[in-house]
């Protein structure tokens, strides 16, 4: 714990470091609040708005797990696909790099058009947004296995189940876990994006509402609790990483 709390000192440090730089310049500059407003002003709205806030929160936090369940489940299928077929690797994987070549904002409103405006044109806005890392990171992590250790196996008689579970799946886990910590963070920016673009609830249509209407305080509120959503989602998937990868090395000592 002490250790932890050594390593987070620097980031604490600078975070408390920029909240009192903006507070003051926000104050000495007198920065009109539909641009700027005070980080203290900022904090008051949260707190005066804190049931309403709560409430869109639970709406965008669901589609984003949402979208990122579906792209985990889906991404690690397509990444196993690639991986045990030539075809299936020189076919899809040029479809998905090809895929993030098309602006997702373009993208966005035919989810809408498709999907309508309840929660599923959402969380195909957070599926196009984490897909992509997901099967990549995957794909190159069963890549990285190594390959003397395979021949070793396959010498030995090991099944085929064996050699995807006992030798591709451990190889594959850092490149799994990485490609789902950035999805976790790119999946509020999805859902984000979906609800500016055709939604009725959640944190995107509150800033959106929000900025219509000049009021910086509350725009500002959504978007740290945006912010704070991501990096909680990041963090949620780095701890699961930690608990498994030292799982499995304390299973080969």
């Not at 500059?29 to 929160?57: D, M, Q, R, T």
């Not at 669901?62 to 489940?73: P, T």
């Not at 594959?172 to 490609?179: I, K, N, R, S, V």
Request: proline residues 4%.
């Amino acid at each position: 714990m002490s250790r932890g709390i050594s390593a987070s000192a620097p980031v604490i440090l600078f975070v408390i470091l920029l909240a009192i730089c903006w507070e003051a310049l926000a104050t000495i500059f007198h920065i009109p609040h539909y641009i700027i407003p005070k980080l203290s002003g900022v904090f008051i709205s949260i707190g005066e708005n804190w049931e309403l806030l709560a409430k869109h929160c639970g709406v965008t936090l669901g589609e984003s797990l949402l979208g990122l369940g579906i792209s985990v489940v889906w991404g690690t299928i397509a990444a196993i696909w690639m991986d045990s077929s030539s075809l299936a690797k020189r076919t899809i994987y040029p479809l998905i790099v090809m895929s993030q070549t098309i602006p997702m904002i373009a993208l966005s409103p035919i989810m809408v058009m498709w999907f309508g405006y309840e929660i599923w044109s959402k969380v195909a806005v957070v599926v196009l947004f984490t897909f992509f890392p997901i099967v990549v990171n995957t794909a190159d992590g069963f890549r990285t296995a190594d390959l003397d250790i395979g021949e070793l196996m396959r010498t030995m008689g090991t099944r085929k189940r064996d050699l995807f579970l006992k030798w591709k799946i451990p190889a594959a886990l850092p490149g799994f876990f990485t490609g789902i910590k950035m999805a976790a963070a790119f999946s509020v920016v999805g859902a984000t994006l979906g609800e500016w673009l055709g939604g009725e609830a959640g944190l995107g249509m509150y800033t959106k509402r929000a900025s219509n209407m000049l009021r910086g305080e509350e725009v500002f509120s959504g978007v740290l609790l945006l912010s704070a959503m991501g990096i909680l989602l990041f963090l949620a998937v780095q701890g699961v990483e930690r608990v498994t990868l030292s799982y499995r090395k304390n299973a080969k000592s």
